[in-house]
């Protein structure tokens, strides 16, 4: 894994720092944009006086399966990183299912054994289809499957998304799925929803951010215990007309009948978690799968048949079964530098760390060499992120500024975490103070790096808080009778920005012309030949030439 020195280019000489602003994407529109709308001075000024350019971060451009599927901060960390697009886990499953692939494999195989041996068959999972961490579709597909190959009993436990699609859209996707249900039963398949909730109050807590989430979803869906209602649809209109809540938001709920749980998980059961996406699946896998387990109190652990849709860690093999392989990211932009003795910084609070650190480097956990790599993160709040929209970004700044006077750095690498999980929420204004609370940063963090004679590249891993309000079919924003908006907390498939930042007066090189459509995966490239390597032949293009 040797590096060639290039001929082309000469070494930057200060330190090359990127700067991945999560979520903030280019909207050609400015109603709605939370980027446009906050005060930036910082970041237009090194939109105006340095060289920019935007770079697709959705689509196929990040190996997602169609042009109309969002970017996400997985995907786009490992384009970053890799230098190159690899096929994505949505891709991988829908084709796994396509080609009757899944349904031949092991794990498939055990879980309906088990099922067929008198247990019930569970499904856990991110309920909607954004396509970010999980698909309806794929769900629907077992379901048949298992129906057809003579399950006799299923229970579904379903988290509620308002993230990554509409933020009050449950009941669009739980009414007629349970007409589906409905058409699916009959004898010899009983099949029901036995429990459910918001995916930012149960299950789906990931970095180990809030532990407390993911027992209130092992209390729910394994236990049975919870607040109990008749059905999916009238817990949802319960706590909507109580609480005022977003679907992401929605506490956890248990249907029953005559004060029963519907679905508990015991001993004997098989459970598959049909999120294909890793990093909200590890926690709630490590609670089913491991022995010695610390992190909460699961109580009498039932002895069950558990399988991933994909095996969410490959350097811990976890889940040890599991459905669909994922994509097998090698030689990542972060080895090949470990491997030719560039120092390295990578930081990020915890809802982003492991995205500079496990995604960055091709879903794998730890560092390629622990002399030359330092990991920082910074531990975040566990508040609603609307409340404190500035989130960690002074204390990420602080810690950054620190590790680029050491010069013990050649390559360091930030996510600010600010638009992404702000512009999740949905509130606008914060949005907005959360975009401002970024651009003082910058405003401290450039002049740093200048000083010390270093390059920095500020960019972003897909949009998000850049088009705020929903959309109609013709990419207007869409009012109501008395103008009202409706809030948007999904990704974008808007272009993000990529912009050059040096102190040289005229330096050797230049941002080229000629790709016709650049996307996130020619960032590595571009770093490579910043720090005067040649990137590796088989790394989408540069975005820099000689000047």
Known sequence: MKLEKSSRFSACPGPVVTIVLDGVGISPREDGDAVKTARTPMLDRLMA???TTTLLAHGTAVGMPSDEDMGNSEVGHNAIGAGRVFAQGAKLVAESIASGHLWEGRAWHDVVAAAKQGGTLHFIGLFSDGNVHSHIDHLKAMLEQARKEGVPKVRLHLLLDGRDVGETSALDYVDPFEAYLDGLRGPGFDVAIASGGGRMTITMDRYEAN???????WDIHVRGEGRQFASAHEAIVTYR???KVIDQDLPGFVIAKDGKPLGPIVDGD???FFNFRGDRAIEISRAFTEEHFTAFS??????VTYAGMMQYDGDTKLPPRFLVEPPAIDRTMGEYLARNGISQYAISETQKYGHVTYFWNGNRTGKFDDALETYVEIPSDVVPFEQR????????????IDAVRSGRYRYLRVNYANGDMVGHTGNFEAAVTAMQSLDLQLARLIPVILEA???????ADHGNADEMYELDKKGNVTRDAEGRTKAKTSHT???VPFVLISGEVDPSYQLREDLVTPGLSNIAATVLNLLGFEAPEDYDPSLIEPA
């Open 49 to 51: 006086n340095f060289p």
């Open 211 to 217: 532990w407390a989430m993911v027992q209130r979803g």
């Open 241 to 243: 007309n109580e609480l």
């Open 270 to 272: 098989a459970v598959v």
């Open 298 to 303: 699961r109580g009498p652990l039932p002895k």
């Open 389 to 400: 929209p500035w989130m960690k970004c002074a204390e990420i700044t602080d810690a950054l």
């Open 453 to 459: 004679k270093g390059t920095a590249i500020v960019t």
């Open 493 to 495: 498939l808007n272009p």
